[in-house]
């Protein structure tokens, strides 16, 4: 496997389910994202995690709990979904999440997302 | 408004040049990225631009950096019906958060 993947690809759950989204990257990075992609919005983080140390939350409510074992490997899990929690849910990874200036472009390498249905 | 906006949709006849605009608000944007996303797929990117340049060429892509008015644009030369996807603009703060904008869908005319 190489660069960034993700699991499943697509996922319908009920309201009262619980459920993982795992991502794994290969390149080596030490900083790991999870945004929420939707229709009506643009690309809204969620969380970062660098050196597996949780740096961000962007006010992202309880029913998603993110857990970072090590460097190359992101979960998120679910439980108690809202139908409005329907998304595509993307994984991406960087060098670091804070380089600075000099640190190069520092891009992100994005998975291929998990489609999320919310019944 | 938007730290960064961009129009939503964009036709282009198969051949002609596509060009894709982007505004943003934040004047001390160290990085500014291209990113593509197709069909069932994540972003990836395309091209990037740091902020002393004002232009940067790679092979079909141009990027055009206006400091002054903060405006970004991409222009892909000869546009082809696999180059039919989402472009996202994106600019790099200096506490390296990346601020996306909405993107653009480019849609292919025979």
């Known amino acids: 496997e190489t660069g960034v993947t993700q699991t499943p690809r697509h996922l319908v759950m009920g309201m009262t389910n619980k459920k993982s989204l795992k991502c794994e990257q290969h390149?080596?990075?030490?900083?790991m994202y999870w945004y929420k992609q939707s229709a009506k919005k643009p690309l809204e983080l969620m969380f970062v995690y660098n050196f597996k140390e949780q740096t961000e939350n962007n006010s992202v409510p309880s029913r998603f709990s993110p857990e970072c074992p090590n460097s190359s490997h992101l979960f998120l899990h679910l439980h108690t979904l809202q139908p409005e929690d329907s998304a595509l849910y993307l994984c991406?990874?960087?060098?670091?999440?804070?380089?600075?200036?000099?640190?190069?472009?520092?891009?992100?390498?994005f998975g291929p997302g998990t489609r999320l249905t919310v019944l | 408004g938007e730290d960064v906006e961009q129009s939503l949709f964009l036709s282009v006849r198969e051949g002609d040049s596509s060009v894709i605009n982007c505004t943003y608000t934040d004047s001390s944007s160290t990085y500014l990225y291209w990113y593509k996303q197709e069909p069932g797929a994540g972003l990836q990117l395309l091209t990037y631009?740091?902020?002393?340049?004002d232009m940067k060429q790679d092979q079909r892509l141009t990027v055009l950096l206006n400091k002054k008015d903060k405006h970004l644009s991409l222009r892909i030369a000869d546009t082809q019906t696999g180059d039919s996807a989402i472009y996202f603009c994106?600019?790099?703060?200096?506490?390296?958060?990346?601020?996306f904008g909405k993107g653009t869908r480019l849609h292919i005319l025979p």
């Open positions: 991406a990874s960087s060098q670091e999440s804070r380089v600075g200036v000099g640190g190069g472009r520092n891009e992100q390498f």
């Open positions: 631009i740091f902020s002393n340049m």
């Open positions: 390149l080596g990075h030490n900083a």
């Open positions: 994106a600019g790099r703060k200096r506490d390296d958060k990346i601020i």
